[in-house]
């Protein structure tokens, strides 16, 4: 087991790289002259020419790229080109808005989602399988946003149960933080219910066809032990599969639910970024959500030994 998690911690080493030339390269593939568009229609060529000099594009490229490796390595992400802070100081500020959004969705999505889809399995072909599978498809096919907009119309607007906008550190108390959660968590983990809620459903469907479920229903255990303890045991893999792919949705779908409800976090930063076209700021952004994509993944794997003593490494 320690010499397949070493492998593996060594194997994400190569991805980060590719990543990290990607990254790198959005100053060089991206449409005009960068440091043109940085510094506006109004600057001069000196202007221009000292922010080019700044971002290193008068410099070979492979030279320039293996500095900025090097500076990865020593976690230093840059400066910021309109604010002048490090990359590194901006993500802190901006961390805990974020990870408490994507906790709580995480959260409530697989204490809803798994629930609601072994229910669907249980009673497949009724109506309660008909309305919880056309919640899934409903959930999976209205943009986040929209969801977000309603949300607010409707909670925060019309019957003012909680507010619109804004974030609440937790340190503030617990209730103002989760408050100002519930609805971009609801939001933001519509589609993530949905995604999970199916694959639990079509892999419970599968589990329950096998023979040891009758075994156990022919031995008189109930219908619950036979759900949770039997079934769903064996269905984990797949679930936990669904689960570790769906931070992918998580990391995209807080950029907008941010910008919808106004949170202070990663999001709204790659946001401002992007429109400022701040590359330190927005590599910086790039290569942290791919590095915790790759470490969630690496998780995930890790996680199925624990689900399943079947697999081993």
Same mark, same amino acid.
């Given at each position: 087991?320690?010499?397949?998690? *070493?492998?593996?911690?060594?194997?994400?080493?190569?991805?980060? %790289?590719?990543? %990290?030339?990607?990254?790198?390269?959005?100053?060089?593939?991206?449409?005009?002259?960068?440091?043109?568009?940085? %510094?506006?229609?109004?600057?001069? !060529?000196?202007?221009?020419?000292?922010?080019?000099?700044?971002?290193?594009?008068?410099?070979?490229?492979?030279?320039?790229?293996?500095?900025?490796?090097?500076?990865?390595? #020593?976690?230093?992400?840059?400066?910021?080109?309109?604010?002048?802070?490090?990359? +590194?100081?901006?993500?802190?500020?901006?961390?805990?808005?974020?990870?408490?959004? &994507?906790?709580?969705?995480?959260?409530? =999505?697989?204490?809803?989602?798994?629930?609601?889809?072994?229910?669907?399995?249980?009673? %497949?072909?009724?109506?309660?399988?008909?309305?919880? &599978?056309?919640?899934?498809?409903? $959930?999976?096919?209205?943009?986040?946003? *929209?969801?977000?907009?309603?949300?607010?119309?409707?909670?925060?607007?019309?019957?003012?149960?909680?507010?619109?906008?804004?974030?609440?550190?937790?340190?503030? $108390?617990?209730? !103002?933080?989760?408050?100002?959660?519930?609805?971009?968590?609801?939001?933001?983990?519509? *589609?993530?219910?949905?995604?999970?809620?199916?694959?639990?459903?079509?892999?419970?469907?599968?589990?329950?066809?096998?023979?040891?479920?009758?075994?156990?229903?022919?031995? /008189?255990?109930?219908?619950?032990?036979?759900?949770?303890?039997?079934?769903?045991?064996?269905? =984990?893999?797949?679930?936990?599969?669904?689960?570790?792919? /769906?931070?992918?949705?998580?990391?995209? $779908?807080?950029?907008?639910?941010?910008?919808?409800?106004?949170?202070?976090?990663? $999001?709204?930063? +790659?946001?401002?970024?992007?429109?400022? #076209?701040?590359?330190?700021?927005?590599?910086?952004?790039?290569?942290?959500?791919?590095?915790?994509?790759?470490?969630?993944?690496?998780?995930?794997?890790?996680?199925?030994?624990?689900?399943?003593?079947?697999?081993?490494?």
């Amino acid at each position: 087991m320690f010499a397949y998690v *070493v492998r593996r911690v060594l194997s994400t080493i190569p991805v980060m %790289a590719v990543v %990290a030339l990607f990254v790198f390269s959005l100053l060089y593939i991206a449409p005009g002259d960068p440091a043109a568009v940085i %510094a506006g229609d109004q600057a001069t !060529p000196e202007d221009v020419e000292k922010i080019r000099q700044s971002l290193g594009l008068d410099r070979p490229f492979l030279v320039r790229f293996g500095e900025w490796a090097w500076q990865i390595v #020593r976690l230093d992400l840059g400066t910021s080109i309109f604010t002048g802070l490090p990359v +590194t100081q901006l993500i802190a500020q901006r961390l805990e808005p974020t990870m408490s959004l &994507m906790v709580v969705t995480l959260l409530l =999505a697989v204490t809803v989602a798994v629930p609601l889809g072994v229910l669907a399995a249980w009673q %497949a072909g009724t109506v309660i399988d008909r309305l919880i &599978m056309a919640f899934a498809v409903f $959930g999976f096919s209205v943009p986040v946003f *929209v969801v977000g907009y309603i949300l607010a119309y409707i909670f925060a607007l019309e019957l003012d149960w909680l507010p619109v906008q804004g974030y609440t550190p937790i340190a503030q $108390g617990f209730w !103002p933080w989760l408050e100002n959660l519930i609805l971009p968590s609801i939001a933001l983990g519509c *589609v993530y219910i949905a995604l999970i809620a199916r694959i639990t459903r079509a892999t419970m469907l599968e589990v329950l066809q096998q023979d040891y479920v009758r075994t156990a229903k022919a031995k /008189g255990v109930g219908q619950a032990g036979i759900l949770f303890l039997h079934a769903l045991k064996n269905a =984990a893999v797949p679930i936990v599969t669904v689960i570790g792919i /769906g931070i992918a949705l998580l990391i995209g $779908g807080a950029v907008v639910t941010e910008s919808v409800f106004a949170i202070p976090g990663l $999001g709204r930063l +790659t946001v401002d970024a992007i429109l400022r #076209r701040d590359y330190p700021v927005i590599q910086g952004l790039v290569l942290l959500f791919s590095f915790v994509y790759v470490l969630v993944n690496l998780l995930i794997d890790l996680v199925y030994t624990l689900v399943d003593p079947r697999i081993r490494y």
